[in-house]
């Protein structure tokens, strides 16, 4: 009987200190996980990801106004070339989609919009590719392109590729500027260093001619 309860006891004995070694461990997964979890949702809403996500966005549409620019281009041929009699404006989508990586996605949608005659859905969606107002007007430009006469095509058409230029032109100039003030901050703050230096060996100066005629 006494060997039995030993058994048992000694049984019980193991199972604890087994639960016991177990249990830490598991403990230590669960804190190490909710610690991924925090710091990965304290850096997804942090500020400096959101600084980074919109400027990656705007870098990505400045990449599709200039593509844009040159679709422009292309239509301007077509429209030269009397193509623009013959083509519908579903055939002319597809075609720019051709020479644009960052905006094929959204001339394709465009052409499937039309195709189920969701001209507003059309227009949305090159407008939510670009986010600024001059984008309604493009669209309209592809949606009214069977509308439109081609001399009305061309100008508008030139109108778009010099808004695109100067939009472009401003951000280089803008970005130019950044850099000059750029290279220049170093030279203010060489000057301010010695202008510091020689204030505080003029004062140093004087205040030991103080002391040297007080002693």
Same mark, same amino acid.
């Given at each position: 009987?006494? $060997?039995? #309860? =030993?058994? !048992?006891?000694?049984?019980? !004995?193991?199972?604890?200190? !087994?639960?016991?070694?177990?249990?830490?461990?598991? @403990? *230590?997964?669960?804190?190490? =996980?909710?610690?991924?979890?925090?710091?990965?949702?304290? #850096? /997804?809403?942090?500020?400096?990801?959101?600084?980074?996500?919109?400027?990656?966005?705007?870098?990505?549409?400045? =990449?599709?106004?200039? &593509?844009?620019?040159? $679709?422009?281009?292309?239509?301007?041929?077509?429209?030269? =070339?009397?193509?623009?009699?013959?083509?519908?404006?579903?055939?002319?989508?597809?075609?720019?989609?051709?020479?644009?990586?960052?905006?094929?996605?959204?001339?394709?949608?465009?052409? @499937?919009?039309?195709?189920? $005659?969701?001209?507003?859905?059309?227009?949305?969606?090159?407008?939510?590719?670009?986010?600024?107002?001059?984008?309604?007007?493009?669209?309209?430009?592809? /949606?009214?392109?069977?509308?439109?006469?081609?001399?009305? *095509?061309?100008?508008?058409? &030139?109108?778009?590729? %010099?808004?695109?230029?100067?939009?472009?032109?401003?951000?280089?100039?803008?970005?130019?500027?950044?850099?000059?003030? *750029?290279?220049?901050?170093?030279?203010?703050? %060489?000057?301010?260093?010695?202008?510091? %230096?020689?204030?505080?060996?003029?004062?140093?100066?004087?205040?030991?001619?103080?002391?040297?005629? #007080?002693?």
């Amino acid at each position: 009987m006494s $060997c039995k #309860i =030993l058994a !048992f006891t000694y049984a019980v !004995f193991w199972l604890g200190y !087994f639960l016991a070694v177990r249990k830490e461990p598991f @403990h *230590l997964m669960e804190r190490g =996980l909710r610690y991924k979890q925090t710091v990965t949702r304290r #850096i /997804t809403g942090s500020r400096i990801r959101k600084q980074l996500a919109g400027f990656a966005e705007k870098r990505r549409r400045e =990449l599709r106004e200039r &593509e844009l620019s040159e $679709c422009l281009a292309y239509v301007q041929n077509v429209i030269t =070339l009397g193509r623009d009699r013959s083509m519908s404006r579903e055939l002319l989508l597809e075609e720019v989609a051709e020479i644009s990586d960052s905006l094929q996605n959204t001339f394709w949608e465009m052409a @499937h919009r039309l195709r189920l $005659c969701e001209v507003e859905a059309a227009e949305e969606v090159f407008y939510c590719a670009f986010g600024k107002d001059f984008a309604w007007d493009v669209a309209k430009l592809f /949606t009214e392109w069977e509308r439109i006469t081609p001399k009305e *095509l061309l100008s508008t058409v &030139e109108a778009y590729r %010099n808004l695109l230029l100067q939009r472009r032109r401003t951000r280089q100039k803008r970005r130019d500027e950044w850099i000059s003030d *750029l290279a220049y901050f170093p030279v203010v703050v %060489n000057a301010m260093v010695v202008l510091l %230096n020689f204030i505080y060996v003029a004062y140093f100066i004087e205040q030991r001619n103080l002391l040297m005629g #007080i002693l």
